[in-house]
């Protein structure tokens, strides 16, 4: 069975950032697998149609079965066996606060039916969040992933940016988008 990873967009407006995290998910698990829900404007479709298949209404409108929604407040912890299990694992598509605010708790894993897991209670981006259940479901287990917690993005000698979540380390490196670095040293910060 082949999952599908949905991303629940949750911020006001679909900025660059978002963008760019969204493309390098549909890299990570291929435009086939991936949906993109309450996506509200003609605009924001047009600028998503190459990642992903696009839902303008909610997650919560799709009755979907064996779902699984990602909350870093979920009491269990998804493992391998149950994973097995899931056709859907549904994410918010949130740009992550410090310290986190439990935006998915309020504004999506209440609204939607399924099983509630987490993949640990540190806070990651949605392609770190998505390539770690990806991980999970081609059977490694989540205490077999090596993490990095922070990333400093050093724009010269002088000025750098930290950014306070927990990326997956892949040959040794920590997983964030080329195209999310150079944004960020172009733009120097948020």
């Known amino acids: 069975m082949s999952e599908i990873y949905i991303i629940e967009h949750l911020e006001p407006e679909l900025g660059k950032w978002c963008l760019i995290e969204y493309a390098h998910i549909s890299k990570i ?13 003609d605009k924001d479709t047009h600028k998503l ?3 992903g298949k696009i839902f303008r209404e909610s997650v919560s409108k799709l009755k979907l079965e064996n779902a699984c929604i990602l909350d870093p407040e979920a ?6 066996q149950e994973a097995k299990n ?16 439990k935006r998915t708790s309020r504004e999506l894993t209440r609204f939607v039916k399924g099983e509630i897991r987490n993949i640990g209670k540190e806070q990651m981006s949605t392609d770190n ?4 259940v990806k991980q999970i479901c081609r059977g490694k287990e989540l205490t077999k992933l090596q993490f990095q ?22 040959k040794g490196k920590p997983l964030i988008s080329p195209e999310l670095v150079r944004f960020l040293k172009k733009k120097k910060g948020f």
């Open 49 to 51: 149609r190459e990642s």
């Open 29 to 41: 698990v291929g435009k086939a697998n991936l949906w993109f829900t309450n996506i509200k404007n």
């Open 129 to 132: 969040a998505i390539y770690t």
């Open 149 to 170: 917690d922070n990333l400093e993005i050093k724009f010269d000698k002088v000025m750098s940016l930290e950014l306070p979540y927990r990326y997956n380390l892949v």
């Open 75 to 80: 009491k269990k912890t998804l493992t391998i």
């Open 86 to 101: 899931f056709k859907y694992f549904i994410f918010g598509g949130i740009l992550g606060d410090f310290p986190p605010k």
